[in-house]
């Protein structure tokens, strides 16, 4: 079965500063992998997707993620963090095998950050 | 290009009620997937439709049920209301291939 794991729950930077928000996944098969970010009483907005092509993807507002199959891992950077990156951002795994287009979440980072 | 709309917003009912909920997805979407957001568990995906057939369930009770229509709308329903049912529902179309995930804005339903 397909997994995800985000490493902390919280993560404070100071605006201007490097985000790191941390996401390992586990899956039998090629993964597609997903971030996606969420402010408050909002939906789920994508920031970026990885489906096999090239290992570093870059997404909306200067996030990128990379990833190494060798380390199961799907890290999500930004060089500069601004205030209005202040939100929750999940990573997720798919389960898509044409019979079947599920999302696998992992639970969810906090990004404060502070001026 | 419509995103994928969620009615209503906001909902309030009482243990013992049921609930319809809609999704409606971005033109052409064949996919709707159903979450269920909440702070204790998380996200977890409670079912998909695609082409008016559930094509996959979670591991929720029987008193969640879903529908999908063919112009592709799709409903949720809740039925027997309970205190732990209190949500943020989330729907997401897709189209073809991995990766289309589109997310409304949810319905957040409050049981009271």
């Known amino acids: 079965a397909q997994s995800v794991t985000q490493l902390g729950s919280h993560v404070s930077v100071s605006e201007g500063a490097l985000v790191l928000l941390r996401c390992n996944y586990s899956?039998?098969?090629?993964?597609?992998l997903f971030w996606y970010v969420q402010y408050p009483n909002q939906g789920l907005q994508l920031l970026l997707k990885?489906?096999?092509?090239?290992?570093l993807v870059k997404g909306i507002n200067g996030f990128e993620a990379e990833f190494k199959k060798s380390e199961t891992s799907f890290h999500l950077t930004k060089p500069s963090a601004h205030m209005s990156d202040a939100a929750e951002y999940f990573c997720?795994?798919?389960?898509?095998?044409?019979?079947?287009?599920?999302?696998?979440f992992g639970t969810g980072t906090l990004l404060a950050v502070q001026p | 290009k419509a995103g994928v709309t969620q009615t209503p917003r906001y909902l309030i009912k009482t243990r013992g009620q049921q609930v319809t909920l809609s999704c409606s997805p971005i033109?052409?979407?064949?996919?709707v997937s159903w979450y269920q957001q909440t702070p204790g568990q998380g996200l977890q995906f409670l079912f998909e439709?695609?082409?008016?057939?559930?094509?996959n369930k979670g591991n929720f009770p029987g008193r969640f049920s879903g529908r999908q229509f063919s112009n592709s709308r799709s409903e949720m329903n809740v039925s027997t209301l309970e205190l732990g049912d209190s949500a943020l529902y989330l729907c997401a179309s897709s189209g073809e291939g991995p990766g289309g995930y589109t997310f409304g804005s949810g319905t957040r339903l409050t049981v009271v």
């Open positions: 439709y695609f082409s008016e057939t559930q094509r």
């Open positions: 033109s052409g979407h064949r996919s």
């Open positions: 899956s039998s098969v090629p993964p597609y």
């Open positions: 997720a795994v798919s389960e898509y095998g044409g019979a079947t287009n599920k999302l696998i």
């Open positions: 990885y489906t096999s092509a090239a290992t």
